[in-house]
């Protein structure tokens, strides 16, 4: 089972940048999708980004895409999410999630919630102007 943790999360201002990681464990190989996802008060868990461990492609949402950039460093079993131009909008609960590949891909479109079985707590992250 995969254990996820995710840090970096708190309050800037519209425009600012943020760096938020995600300390992964209990990976078997590197046949594993991952993902950052975020969650606003009141609306869906929203899927942003996603990257293939294996081969490192990547995948974004339009709403973050040339924003936001997913990258991870497999020796350190972290995944990464560098949020940039952040706009009031970005302020969320934001997760990262990760699942094995099996016949679905990771980067071929928007990641869904209910594909993922591994899930960390959440960190906060909250924009204001």
């Known amino acids: 089972q995969v254990q996820l943790v995710e840090s970096g999360g708190g309050s800037v201002q519209a425009g600012g940048s943020l760096r938020l990681s995600c300390a992964a464990s209990?990976?078997?190989?590197?046949?594993?999708?991952m993902a950052w996802f975020r969650q606003a008060p009141g609306k869906e868990r929203e899927g942003l980004a996603t990257?293939?461990?294996?081969?490192?492609?990547?995948y974004y949402a339009d709403s973050v895409k040339g924003r936001f950039t997913i990258s991870q460093d497999n020796a350190k079993n972290t995944l990464y999410l560098q949020m940039n131009s952040l706009k009031l909008e970005d302020t969320a609960m934001y997760y990262c999630?990760?699942?094995?590949?099996?016949?679905?891909?990771?980067?071929?479109?928007?990641?869904?919630?209910?594909?993922?079985?591994?899930w960390g707590q959440g960190t906060q992250v909250t924009i204001s102007s």
């Open positions: 990257i293939y461990r294996g081969s490192g492609n990547t």
């Open positions: 999630a990760a699942r094995l590949r099996g016949l679905r891909t990771c980067t071929g479109g928007l990641p869904f919630p209910e594909h993922y079985g591994s």
């Open positions: 209990g990976f078997t190989n590197s046949n594993y999708c």
